[in-house]
């Protein structure tokens, strides 16, 4: 008898669980749809607001009332057949100027040596002067993309978490399921 006892007293706090347990997963539910309904009708008062302002901007920017508003405000004129000018009477380009090379020049640097003077000590015994070593050529290897590995220290991107059947939802999850996130 006792263990019959035990039993039905076990078996009622199971089911006080699961009813709480429903009752929380449905408040939740309820809470989410109440929050995506307030969403979308802000989302249609904003694109009203916006539809109004495109409107009172349309009527705002007529050209007649600009028109209006500049022979009131400035001191326009219409353009007359007297200041208009012929492409051949503007002035010839200007060359383009080398600002660096005239400045190089300035100090006394030409373009083929416009390296930086470092005062040395003189050398004891004149030297012969060598002819400068060539400049040595860089060169790039590039390999196809099908080539190229990712390094082997690189994290592995971790997988995205899928929701439990059962568990409750967060609202991102909600709100994507419902269409309205992407």
Same mark, same amino acid.
């Given at each position: 008898?006792?263990?019959?006892r035990?039993?039905?007293?076990?078996?009622l706090?199971?089911?006080?669980?699961a009813?709480?347990?429903?009752?929380?997963?449905k408040?939740?539910?309820?809470l989410?749809?109440?929050?995506?309904?307030?969403?979308?009708?802000?989302?249609?008062?904003?694109?009203?607001?916006?539809?109004?302002?495109?409107?009172?901007w349309?009527?705002?920017a007529?050209?007649?009332?600009?028109?209006?508003?500049?022979?009131?405000?400035?001191?326009l004129q219409?353009?007359?057949r007297d200041?208009t000018v012929?492409?051949?009477?503007?002035?010839?380009?200007?060359?383009?100027v080398?600002?660096?090379?005239n400045?190089?020049?300035?100090?006394?640097?030409?373009?083929?040596? %416009?390296?930086?003077?470092?005062e &040395? $000590?003189?050398?004891? +015994?004149?030297?012969? =002067? @060598?002819?400068?070593?060539?400049?040595?050529?860089?060169?790039?290897?590039?390999?196809?993309?099908a080539?190229?590995?990712?390094?082997?220290?690189?994290?592995q991107?971790?997988p995205? %978490?899928?929701?439990k059947?059962? &568990? $409750?939802m967060?609202? +991102?999850?909600?709100? =994507? @399921?419902?269409?309205?996130?992407?």
């Open positions: 008898m006792k263990i019959a035990i039993l039905n007293v076990v078996a706090g199971a089911l006080v669980g009813a709480v347990t429903v009752y929380r997963i408040y939740d539910a309820t989410h749809a109440e929050h995506a309904q307030k969403l979308k009708r802000e989302i249609t008062l904003e694109t009203d607001a916006i539809a109004t302002l495109k409107a009172e349309a009527y705002l007529r050209p007649d009332r600009v028109q209006a508003f500049a022979k009131q405000h400035l001191a219409p353009l007359g200041q012929l492409l051949a009477s503007l002035p010839a380009r200007p060359a383009p080398d600002e660096i090379g400045k190089l020049a300035a100090l006394g640097l030409s373009a083929e040596d %416009a390296s930086i003077a470092v &040395a $000590p003189p050398p004891a +015994t004149p030297a012969v =002067k @060598k002819p400068p070593a060539p400049a040595k050529k860089a060169t790039i290897a590039v390999k196809p993309v080539e190229l590995k990712a390094p082997a220290s690189r994290p991107p971790k995205l %978490a899928t929701p059947q059962g &568990a $409750p967060n609202i +991102t999850d909600f709100l =994507k @399921k419902m269409g309205l996130v992407r």
